[in-house]
């Protein structure tokens, strides 16, 4: 899994610049997805996306030892323990609910919960 290859140069220059341990949590998040269904990850100037029809989830930060992830959902779930943090979009109807992932092991069952959620909503 360390040795995960991303086609996209985009994608591969984005992570050129992030340690090997986000790297492999990135892989991690990756085969996640894949056992819920395909997926594209691509990256912007800012941030790592992940696409079906159209985008449902984002890495919105790389650290040495961790990233962090959101799921964006038309309302708030706030009966869990995985969300560390969940934010209303000003002006919308879109809640933000962040994900820290440190460990694989953090891609537990209830953050797979949410992350097939979210898949689903994204056809």
Do not use: W
Not at 12 to 31: D, G, Q, T, Y
Not at 61 to 78: A, T
Not at 81 to 105: D, V, W
């Amino acid at each position: 899994m360390t040795n995960m290859v991303f086609n996209d140069p985009q994608l591969a220059e984005f992570l050129s610049r992030k340690s090997a341990h986000s790297k492999l949590l990135l892989a991690h998040l990756v085969s996640a997805f894949d056992e819920i269904g395909e997926v594209h990850v691509h990256a912007t100037k800012t941030m790592v996306g992940f696409r079906r029809r159209r985008n449902f989830a984002y890495i919105i930060q790389f650290g040495k030892g961790f990233i962090d992830f959101l799921l964006p959902f038309k309302e708030p779930f706030e009966d869990n323990l995985c969300f560390r943090k969940i934010s209303q979009l000003p002006g919308e109807q879109t809640y933000n609910h962040h994900i820290r992932i440190m460990a694989a092991e953090d891609i537990n069952e209830e953050v797979r919960f949410y992350m097939q959620k979210a898949y689903g909503l994204a056809d």
